[in-house]
């Protein structure tokens, strides 16, 4: 979890319900909104709010979706490997694309993927369109992506075993020390 206070956010409202429960007197409305908040540097966080009022309603699923935003992994403007991921019926899948691909998504997923800051990303939807189930979904998907150093760190051996000896040449050593990877140092000769 980050702290919503150090960020700069964005808020976009997806979708706002209204709904009916019936009573003696005949039918009381009530409404409940889904936001989305996120500062385009990879933080997101997702809400859920229900009101008397529209207002109300948007206020309090924005609050929501602030208590729990969390750093997405991007690389390059699109995501660093394909995930699928499901909620409830709903199915997403999410690729990455070439750069100036922009963003291949239905309402729901297009809404997510923006606010994260990834700006070439191809998706699908399977089973339920169920905005609320697709928007849960994609946020899983985000979750669980990982980048190079994670899986290094993880199966406790260096990028180089990882992606062979030619790595040295794709991962500067920049990255590497952002990553909190110890780089590896190339053997000049003294002149």
């Known amino acids: 979890m980050v702290n919503s206070q150090d960020l700069e956010l964005t808020e976009k409202v997806i979708k706002i319900n209204r709904v009916a429960k019936v009573v003696k007197g005949g039918r009381r409305f009530s409404f409940n909104a889904l936001s989305v908040v996120g500062d385009s540097q990879g ?3 997702i809400g859920f709010g229900k009101a008397n009022e529209v207002p109300d309603a948007i206020r309090k699923s924005v609050e929501n979706a602030k208590k729990v935003i969390v750093k997405i992994e991007t690389k390059r403007n699109t995501i660093p490997h394909e995930i699928i991921s499901k909620y409830k019926t709903s199915t997403v899948i999410l690729r990455p694309a070439y750069p100036g691909t922009g963003i291949k998504a239905g309402d729901a997923v297009r809404s997510v993927v923006e606010i994260v800051g990834i700006k070439d990303i191809l998706t699908k939807v399977h089973g339920s369109r169920n905005q609320m189930n697709v928007v849960k979904a994609t946020f899983l998907g985000l979750l669980q992506l990982r980048n190079h150093f994670d899986v ?23 990255e590497q020390k952002e990553m909190g990877v110890n780089p590896v140092e190339e053997n000049h000769p003294e002149a």
Do not use: F, P, V
């Open 43 to 45: 933080h997101i966080g």
């Open 152 to 174: 290094a760190k993880q199966r406790e051996i260096s990028i180089e075993k990882l992606w062979g000896q030619e790595s040295k040449d794709k991962i500067s050593n920049n």
